[in-house]
Nanobody, 121 residues
Framework: QVQLVESGGGSVQAGGSLRLSCAVS????????VGWFRQPPGKERERVAT?????RTTYADSVKGRFTISKDTANMTLQMNSLKPEDTAMYYC?????????????????WGQGTQVTVSS
């Protein structure tokens, strides 16, 4: 059973930094993809950053140059710098199976409980 547990959220002033962590367990597949998503108040969930089984990364335009995603065998982190009030959201880590034949990720189907990030101006 795949489990993801986030930690590291909190409150910070604009311009500050936070580091989110996600512990991934139970994944027995030969490879997997992980990512961070967020849901701002009153808005739909959006992709923030992902990293696949061959370490390719993607970032939402709104966080490029400010956020950095990384992963090792069982953990994933999101370093968030130069935070803005519009980064305020519930942040979720997620995992998806790696499709070796097509070298891409399946749909993200495993989710953590979320961790709140609040950035004040």
């Amino acid at each position: 059973q795949v489990q993801l547990v986030e930690s590291g959220g909190g409150s910070v002033q604009a311009g500050g930094s936070l580091r989110l962590s996600c512990a991934v367990s139970g994944y027995t597949a030969s490879g997997y993809c992980v990512g961070w998503f967020r849901q701002p108040p009153g808005k739909e969930r959006e992709r923030v950053a992902t990293v696949d089984s061959i370490s390719r990364t993607t970032y939402a335009d709104s966080v490029k140059g400010r956020f950095t995603i990384s992963k090792d065998t069982a953990n994933m982190t999101l370093q968030m710098n130069s935070l803005k009030p519009e980064d305020t959201a519930m942040y979720y880590c997620a995992a998806a199976a790696w499709r070796a034949r097509s070298w891409d990720c399946d749909a993200y189907s495993y989710w953590g409980q979320g961790t709140q990030v609040t950035v004040s101006s």
